[in-house]
């Protein structure tokens, strides 16, 4: 896989000030208001975030699916705001792989699963590209199914096929949209094991969009996108790093990972909505005060809430 990475780009992904809005003639929607971002060459990130936060909209912009509106993206070095409409399919070839919770999206079903993965290749004779999507196969432990058609396939191999096709043409950024959301538990860690492999031993960029808490536990680094900003990111801290299999359904989040605001260019943040219920603010206002080099923010007092 093509993982170096531009000697242009500091990041693979660059988000300044990104917006996106939707017209019709009766409304317009802000999907996006100014999502600042960066993930670096390597990185295997999960985005979350209620429906119509903003999360799929980013996740189409960085596959080339969907044009921002203002701001800056780049991706791999490439502006996606100067790509030409030759330049763009040549991106969304070379650059981005893409896995759609979707099978239907990715799976053609009276192929096999090797003439599958062999679809998206550019180049290289009939022999070659059957050997690379025999690779594939491999990697992702479906070379027992390689000449299965799609009705022969349960929901979780299907998921594996798509995410082979993904990779064929050697993409620098894999985008997988809700990969997990239509397996069981047990076939979902499969796969995020499975992810987790190939961005070890590859240093394949990964993002995935999830509503899978389990996942989103088990991943480095989670951003959370609350109406078209990032609220609020999650690192996962050290001493968990290497003990994935402690994790479980009732592991709780914060045992896990280490949550952090984010602050927007002008010194705003977004305080998560769960930590303003647990602190009992029902308003919009809360105490704050400067106090040995740390920010307190605490509930009002009860005679300010009137």
């Known amino acids: 896989m093509q993982t170096t990475p531009d000697a242009r780009a500091a990041h693979i992904i660059e988000c300044d000030s990104l917006v996106k809005i939707y017209k019709t003639p009766d409304v317009e929607v802000l999907a996006l208001q100014g999502l600042d971002l960066t993930v670096d060459y390597g990185e295997m990130t999960a985005i979350i975030g209620n429906s119509g936060s903003g999360k799929s909209t980013f996740l189409n912009m960085l596959g080339g699916l969907d044009r921002p509106s203002a701001g800056r993206l780049l991706v791999d070095g490439k502006d996606l705001f100067k790509l030409g409409e030759r330049e763009l399919v040549e991106y969304k070839l070379r650059t981005v792989g893409f896995v759609w919770q979707n099978n239907a999206r990715n799976l053609l079903p009276y192929l096999t699963a090797t003439q599958n993965v062999m679809m998206p290749m550019l180049f290289g004779g009939e022999h070659r590209r059957r050997q690379r999507a025999l690779e594939l196969l491999d990697m992702v ?166």
Not at 152 to 158: I, K, N
Not at 160 to 173: T, V
């Open 141 to 306: 432990n479906m070379s027992h199914r390689k000449n299965s058609r799609l009705s022969a396939l349960s929901g979780g191999e299907q998921q594996r096929i798509a995410i082979a096709i993904a990779l064929a043409n050697h993409p620098r950024l894999l985008l997988a949209d809700e990969p997990t959301g239509a397996v069981d538990q047990k076939t979902s860690s499969a796969i995020l094991d499975m992810l987790r492999a190939i961005n070890r031993e590859s240093g394949l960029t990964i993002v995935i969009v999830t509503h899978d808490q389990l996942l989103a536990k088990k991943v480095s680094r989670v951003i959370a996108i609350r109406d078209g900003k990032i609220a609020s990111e999650r690192i996962m801290k050290e001493s968990y790093l290497d003990r994935l299999s402690d994790i479980s359904a009732l592991t709780e989040v914060e045992e896990v990972q280490d949550e952090y605001a984010v602050l927007d260019k002008a010194g705003r943040l977004q305080l998560p909505a769960d930590m303003l219920k647990k602190l009992g603010v029902a308003g919009n206002r809360v105490r704050m005060e400067l106090k040995e080099g740390e920010i307190i923010i605490r509930k009002p007092l009860e005679e300010e809430t009137r």
